[in-house]
């Protein structure tokens, strides 16, 4: 892959979340200034625009708004494997969670004839339900347990006998926020989990160090998928899902940093950014900051 090469993938979706707006969280990112920086470092961008989901579609008490979330993510299957089949580098903006589902997806399977692809979910929630533990029916809450095999099927099944990806090499990072039976599921399926308790006495560094080793050791790189929930309310406000006591607006930078030093950063998702709850677009202006600092800006 040219990383020197990136597309720019909106997703309008906010049918995956409980409340509205995120939809418009790839125009809010996209305001703060993401194409002139990213060129700015030197890349050459290609904003391939939003995928807007079906205005109508099935839905299930367990599995709210299914048809549309699971029509929108066939979309962008496609579109990210058209990317990768460039050689260019994919970066999706959200959009609700839902829609890794369909990235993580499409560079699973992208790379499946040369091994195994890791992931870094930087979340306060652990977004493994499925739709017998789930609590809400919301479909974002389900999309990192759908990549890895643990369901649903449908959220990642196009018709291209999904690569799922292994939990030996699956990180969950600043999560706090957990339903009891996600957490219990999670555990069952040997995944590395980061908590915000366990961010607290290692600090970011030493964390995001592991992180790296368990997502980038072995496979042939890793996926970034990056929840701006992740981040404390009062540096992120412009999001749906908020939950106090969460990482700094450091702690994130350090976290994008450490991913860009690597070199093994493979693709990203950035999503939850929700402008009608935003202060002066500050929630999309940190999430542009923290696509740039993942790929490669430098402080000094």
């Given amino acids: 892959m040219d990383k020197k090469n990136l597309d720019i993938i909106g997703v309008q979706i906010d049918f995956g979340a409980a409340r509205k707006g995120v939809a418009m969280g790839p125009l809010a990112i996209r305001y703060a200034g993401l194409k002139q920086n990213l060129r700015g470092l030197g890349f050459n961008v290609i904003d391939k625009g939003d995928i807007i989901p079906p205005d109508d579609g099935m839905s299930l008490r367990h599995m709210i708004n299914f048809e549309q979330v699971n029509a929108t993510n066939k979309r962008l299957y496609e579109a990210v494997r058209a990317t990768l089949d460039k050689g260019h580098f994919p970066l999706v903006l959200g959009g609700d969670h839902s829609i890794a589902a369909g990235s993580v997806s499409a560079v699973a399977k992208h790379y499946e004839p040369e091994g195994e692809i890791g992931i870094i979910w930087i979340d306060a929630h652990g977004d493994w339900n499925n739709e017998k533990s789930t609590i809400s029916g919301n479909m974002h809450g389900m999309p990192f347990s759908a990549v890895c095999g643990w369901g649903p099927d449908s959220m990642v099944d196009f018709g291209q006998k999904p690569h799922f990806v292994s939990t030996e090499h699956c990180v969950q990072i600043a999560g706090h926020d957990f339903d009891k039976a996600e957490a219990a599921r999670m555990k069952e399926a040997g995944m590395h989990v980061f908590s915000m308790t366990e961010i607290d006495r290692r600090g970011m560094h030493d964390v995001m160090q592991e992180a790296i080793r368990?997502?980038?050791?072995?496979?042939?790189?890793?996926?970034?998928?990056?929840?701006?929930?992740?981040i404390s309310p009062e540096f992120a406000p412009g999001t749906g899902t908020p939950v106090p006591d969460g990482i700094t607006a450091r702690e994130a930078f350090l976290a994008a940093e450490m991913l860009a030093d690597s070199g093994k950063l493979l693709s990203m998702d950035l999503v939850e950014v929700n402008p009608i709850l935003d202060e002066r677009n500050k929630t999309a202006i940190m999430a542009s900051e923290l696509i740039l600092l993942a790929m490669g800006k430098k402080v000094y």
């Fill in 214 to 230: 368990i997502a980038g050791e072995g496979t042939v790189g890793i996926h970034l998928s990056f929840d701006v929930d992740a």
